[in-house]
């Protein structure tokens, strides 16, 4: 069965430093989506992304993040200068657009740790 | 705005026991409504969903339906086992590329 993966599984970073997280979408889905959740608390929104823009994003994704699909198959998060808040386990997610149920496949997430 | 609301854990249970999880929504129209498993070190696995009223999202032995009277859709489960142990998010969806909006969590320990 087809699935979303994600790498670093874990990724530490000193604060200040810019971080790259990587997503291989579902083959055939054409939405993307970033999500983050610290550590005990309800998964956040990030962004979302289709047909090679930002479709939508959250009071979170400020100037420091950017998303981008540099070829067919990757999808990432760039964080440009690391704050300890951004802490977190960061997922991506896939959904095909032809689907009526609107449901969205998650990848195993990226643990980011900021020292 | 949307927003999920979910009874707040943790639900400690015996094993064999019944397990209800509520979940209530507010959103205008009528969202797709998931319930999302998180397994303790890993992702998000889609559980099950209902995408109308009165549907019925069933999976694993979980059942929830979608009632539109009352925005509520309640997670069961009628004899859980230890490896039921999971933290349960219930979520919504208005449409195709939509964010989905997801409850608080709720973490459930299934003893032997």
């Known amino acids: 069965e087809p699935e979303v993966t994600q790498t670093p599984s874990h990724q530490v970073t000193q604060m200040g430093q810019e971080v790259i997280l990587r997503c291989v979408p579902i083959s055939n889905h054409l939405y993307f989506y970033w999500y983050r959740q610290i550590l005990g608390q309800k998964v956040e929104f990030l962004v979302s992304f289709y047909n090679n823009e930002i479709s939508e994003k959250s009071e979170i994704f400020d100037d420091q993040f950017s998303v981008e699909r540099p070829d067919g198959s990757n999808f990432t998060l760039k964080i440009r200068s690391t704050k300890l808040e951004d802490s977190a386990m960061y997922f991506c997610?896939?959904?095909?657009?032809?689907?009526?149920?609107?449901?969205?496949?998650f990848g195993p997430g990226t643990r980011l740790t900021v020292t | 705005g949307n927003s999920v609301t979910q009874m707040e854990g943790p639900v400690t249970l015996s094993e064999e026991a019944f397990l209800t999880i509520n979940c209530t929504y507010t959103?205008?129209?009528?969202?797709?409504l998931f319930w999302y498993v998180q397994y303790p070190g890993e992702g998000l696995q889609l559980l099950l969903k209902a995408t109308k009223a009165d549907d019925k999202g069933s999976n694993k032995g979980f059942e929830a339906t979608y009632r539109k009277e009352t925005t509520s859709f309640h997670l069961e489960k009628g004899s859980v086992q230890v490896s039921d142990s999971a933290v349960y998010f219930c979520?919504?969806?208005?449409?195709?590329?939509?964010?989905?909006?997801f409850g608080g969590g709720t973490r459930v320990l299934v003893k032997p």
């Open positions: 959103a205008t129209g009528y969202p797709s």
């Open positions: 979520a919504l969806s208005k449409a195709a590329g939509n964010k989905l909006t």
């Open positions: 997610a896939s959904s095909d657009e032809q689907k009526t149920s609107y449901e969205q496949y």
